[in-house]
């Protein structure tokens, strides 16, 4: 799949999914941009042969920082913008085909896949919070530098 049918497909997927949470129409383009910038940061990254959980947990920070840009200069929750941005990253195929082999009984295959699954939902969650983590350092720093 060429770069152009990834961007189209993740920003589709990012802002297809927002509808569901009624969020403004406003912001819907926003959403699916911040859910493409995220999937192409993965796409590339797995493309030139990274793990999948580092490439996951560099694209959900992205989407984290991207989120908090826009949450603050459209004066919008950060939550509407990294909720759709994390859309396109989590591990739904990877989540059914380790539940398909559970119900067929091949164990080993269906452990390596959930461990993958979990190891990859983990990773958003962490690109997510250490995110956030920096963005407090740094207002910490500047309330501390005024004082």
Do not use: H
Request: some cysteine; aromatic content about 12%.
């Amino acid at each position: 799949m060429s770069i152009v049918e990834q961007l189209i497909t993740s920003f589709i997927a990012s802002a297809a999914f927002v509808i569901l949470f009624n969020v403004p129409k406003e912001s819907l383009i926003k959403c699916g941009f911040v859910g493409m910038i995220g999937w192409v940061v993965y796409f590339s990254m797995t493309s030139y042969g990274m793990d999948p959980v580092i490439s996951t947990v560099t694209a959900s920070f992205f989407i984290a920082v991207i989120s908090q840009l826009f949450a603050k200069y459209y004066k919008t929750p950060i939550i509407i913008f990294t909720v759709a941005g994390i859309i396109p990253l989590v591990p739904g195929g990877l989540a059914y085909d380790a539940m398909r082999n559970f119900v067929q009984n091949d164990y080993n295959m269906a452990i390596g896949l959930a461990a993958k699954a979990f190891m990859i939902s983990g990773s958003i969650a962490i690109g997510i919070v250490f995110s956030e983590v920096i963005n407090q350092l740094i207002r910490r720093t500047k309330l501390n530098a005024r004082a």
